[in-house]
């Protein structure tokens, strides 16, 4: 652990806020009531920097918050940026939290494959750090992973595409229906660590199906690379299906389902869907369109029947784990990991803490998002968050 921003104890809270109500010590959001201390009764006030790939995507924002404010709660100094999903923009902001003595540092990275040069500064300088979300790639530097299961949300994202279309029930029995269906894929982003899991769940669950015929990609387009969206881009998802509706689907076949790994992609995919005419909800013959993330437009589609599904994790679930695991690595001790073997960052395998997602369909917006607090009836009624 590098040298930390001794404040002595019996002065510490008094200057502590005085240095905060100076603006700290740099760029970011600082707290204003970095009283408490970690790490015992050294009197020292830990920092820490977080760093969220983008606040196009709101559930990142709601990342960045929940993490903040509880590391707050807990008396921590929190410097929270966010990359503009602009590679070098982030590598500079994590330079940055190195150069303003953080102690520890949380990432969700853009490129999962390039900060390896930002975590060895940061490790030669006795700086942990924990990849959130997603993995931080080809670095032995990546001291612990806090995401959800993954490969879990593939398999949960291509089941919902296979209720929507009938050919299984919400409570997983076999539905009624028999294909053949005609269905697109599409993936995330190729440098998101992530992205590769979900893809490899949904087609755990679909590759059998395209198999026996039930299913049928009509584009043919069925390779990761070809169906991966970069950095997750809604205007790309929509062009991609644009063009797959003009080449593929232009002399009379339908498409009945699209698996898509992020509601950001999804809107994209329905609007060129109903630009190209599809129209009315799932109910009566919209396509079926998968998600992640709950994001609050979604949500309101869902509940009106356009989108089908989506995938909930809970950002503050993930938060409290990144704060926890970062208390206990501050405190001097180990992380406490439930899986270390699924998590090979290419260089080694990170010990993670993995979390569990849930499915959401109309049926239990009220029950997964609503009773929990994560929206309010007003938001899904609005589709805006406020
Ligand atoms: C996250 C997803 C998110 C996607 C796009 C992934 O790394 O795990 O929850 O939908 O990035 O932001």
Do not use: H
Not at 81 to 90: A, C, E, H, K, M
Not at 168 to 196: K, M, Q
Not at 197 to 214: K, Y
Request: aromatic share 6%.
């Amino acid at each position: 652990m590098k040298a930390k921003q001794l404040i002595a104890a019996a002065a510490g809270t008094a200057m502590a806020l005085t240095l905060a109500a100076c603006g700290g010590s740099g760029a970011g959001e600082t707290t204003d009531d970095a009283t408490n201390t970690a790490g015992g009764d050294s009197g020292e006030t830990f920092r820490v920097g977080v760093a969220m790939p983008t606040q196009t995507s709101e559930r990142w924002i709601a990342d960045g918050d929940a993490v903040k404010s509880q590391l707050e709660e807990l008396g921590y100094e929190v410097d929270l940026q966010f990359g503009n999903d602009d590679i070098p923009t982030q590598s500079q902001q994590i330079d940055q939290m190195i150069t303003n003595g953080a102690d520890l540092l949380i990432v969700a990275a853009i490129d999962g494959t390039a900060l390896a040069g930002q975590l060895q500064t940061a490790a030669d300088n006795g700086i942990a750090t924990i990849a959130y979300d997603r993995l931080i790639r080809d670095s032995e530097n990546v001291d612990f992973y806090v995401t959800f299961d993954n490969y879990q949300v593939g398999v949960q994202q291509a089941t919902s595409l296979l209720v929507g279309l009938g050919l299984l029930n919400e409570d997983g029995s076999e539905g009624d229906a028999t294909g053949p269906f005609n269905i697109e894929l599409f993936a995330g982003s190729p440098d998101d660590n992530n992205a590769g899991f979900f893809f490899n769940g949904a087609m755990s669950v679909l590759q059998p199906l395209i198999d026996d015929g039930t299913l049928v990609v009509t584009s043919g387009q069925t390779d990761f690379d070809t169906v991966a969206i970069l950095r997750w881009q809604q205007e790309t998802a929509q062009k991609r299906m644009e063009d797959l509706l003009t080449s593929t689907y232009s002399s009379g076949a339908k498409v009945q389902g699209v698996l898509s790994p992020y509601d950001g992609l999804s809107r994209g995919i329905i609007t060129a869907l109903q630009n190209a005419g599809y129209s009315g909800t799932t109910a009566d013959g919209f396509p079926i369109v998968t998600g992640q993330d709950a994001e609050i437009a979604s949500v309101k589609l869902i509940a009106d029947g356009v989108q089908f599904s989506t995938i909930f994790k809970d950002t503050r679930k993930l938060a409290t784990q990144a704060v926890t695991a970062a208390e206990e690595i501050l405190a001097g001790g180990e992380p406490t990991a439930n899986d270390t073997e699924t998590y090979d960052n290419g260089v080694k395998v990170v010990p993670s803490y993995l979390l569990e997602s849930d499915i959401v369909y109309a049926s239990n917006i009220q029950s997964l998002l609503v009773d929990s607090g994560y929206w309010t009836a007003e938001e899904v009624a609005s589709g805006v968050a406020e």
